[in-house]
């Protein structure tokens, strides 16, 4: 039975189809299979990241006991063979991890016997284990994979399925940045956007420029060594999530000021730094300085080498020109240089700075400002990190760029909670929160429909900007609504037939997905009463 064809009885239905996201095939039988004791083996050559992969989901399928909440009352399944294990074969031993990894897998589940998991990369065999730990269930004091035989054929719709976290304005230790990978993970997400410095903190270890830790980090506590980035980005990768580091240059630049202020325009302007930065700090680079550029380069040689990924996040957003305008050396600058101006200044730097990256081998990744709010033209490999409002995807690809949306009305996850300003008692920016709903029912495709455009599209990236989140909060600020975006970036907004999913439709497999996240130690918020996740529909309203 195709699961396109019941899709909207999930609520109704075995776990066997409560896969969180939904894969793209979904074949299932009207037998269920006894699940005794997994033993997962492996098919010809793997890869370290496969074998730790089976370790990892074969400690989780041993000890998880779970019923949906839909189920809670369901009778003991009757089974009508019994599961012999996993075989996981992988064509390729190759762990490169990058923009272009497949990460497509088949399962078959058999009503008696063994399963298979066939995968084309390593990457491929960890989505798949992921899904294939979600098939099974409790069924009263043994477990089951309900509605066999069950065929799988999976792959995501879109290759960037990020998670961005800010960890400057409030600091995260790496017990938390672990925690939300393996979230990550658990929701098939497989790109971390580490926005890792800012104007409020440098807590990253730099050898070039030892001062900036030592004076840009809250304490020695609050900071991350080389070896600590090293750990992520190994953790990360085995998890199937690429780690790409975000230095942001030329604005939200404050703390550099505290080492080098004589490379810096507008330090920390008070009372009136509204008129100066989006937040205090104030302070950006002075783009009238070539020692600024050079500065930036050698931030830049130095953190490619640490950070691996293909991809290098260079901010660019929200600079500020009264900043500059009212700079002294800008004036002088621009009063001995006839016919430039602030505009021609900032071009001139975008330039040294995209130029230099290329010759590191890094493609840039950058904030929609770089291109529509300057002069400059950045190089056609540049990817675009969108955010301000719904036209800016159509209007990135339009012009040839590929294109990452941050709906910030959709996509802001630490929306909600008001102003963070003490004198000022309203809402923040970006309010209102940004539920669940709202966060699935975002189409990033919607306004695009060139075929050659909507490649371009390379996928969507929630964002956690943490004026008022640390990791006592990070959980329940991004799970389970991070897991909304990453099913329609995984399995897109149809189905098979062309229609769109409705959150009505998918809200039952959402509940058993934070359920099953917090069975796994991930402190995900409730979507509704108990009573409304038991009862699917009932809370409707008419």
Known sequence: MKLSAIVGFLAAVPAALAVWPLPQTFDQGSYNTKVHLIDIKTQGNTSPIVRGAISRYYKIVSRESFLAPAEYNREILNTSGTLEGLVVSVESTDEKLDLDTDESYTIDVPVDGKATLKAKTPYGAVRGLETFSQLISSNGYAKVIASTPIHIADAPTYPHRGLHLDTARNFYSLKSIYRTLDAMSYNKMNVFHWHIVDAQAWPVESKTFPELQQKGAYSSKMSYSYFDVKRVIQYAKE????????????????????????????????????????????????????????????????????????????????????????????????????????????????????????????????????????????????????????????????????????????????????????????????????????????????????????????????????????????????????????????SGKKDASGKVRTTGEVVSRLHEQRFRMVDRGINAEPLQPLWCARHPGACNLP
Not at 258 to 275: G, H, I, R
Not at 403 to 423: F, I, R
């Open 239 to 490: 998890r199937g999530i690429r780690v790409i580091p975000e230095f942001d240059v030329p604005g939200h630049t404050y703390i550099v000021g505290t080492v080098f202020p004589e490379l810096m325009s507008c330090m920390n302007k008070q009372p009136d730094w509204d008129q100066y930065a989006a937040e205090p700090p104030s302070g950006q680079l002075n783009i009238a300085k070539p020692e600024t550029a050079e500065f930036a380069n050698k931030i830049i040689d130095e953190y490619t080498k640490l950070f691996t990924d293909k991809v290098f996040h260079v901010g660019g957003d929200e600079v500020n020109r009264k900043c500059w305008e009212e700079d002294p050396d800008v004036k002088t600058y621009l009063k001995n240089h006839p016919g430039e101006d602030v505009e021609s200044l900032l071009v001139d730097w975008y330039t040294k700075v995209h130029d230099h990256l290329a010759t590191t081998g890094k493609h840039a990744y950058t904030w929609e400002e770089t291109l529509f709010h300057s002069n400059y033209t950045p190089p056609k490999d540049t990817i675009i990190q969108t955010w301000i409002d719904g036209e800016s995807v159509p209007k990135t690809v339009a012009k040839g760029y590929r294109v990452v949306s941050t709906n910030s009305d959709s996509y802001y996850l630490d929306c909600g909670h008001g102003a963070w300003l003490p004198n000022f008692d309203g809402n923040s920016w970006c309010d209102p929160f940004k539920t669940w709903m709202h966060v699935y029912n975002y189409d990033v495709a919607a306004n695009v429909t060139d075929s050659e455009q909507l490649k371009l599209i390379l996928g969507t990236e929630v964002a956690l900007w943490s004026e008022q989140t640390d990791e006592t909060a990070i959980d329940t600020r991004l799970w389970p609504r991070a897991a909304a975006m990453a099913e329609t970036a995984w």
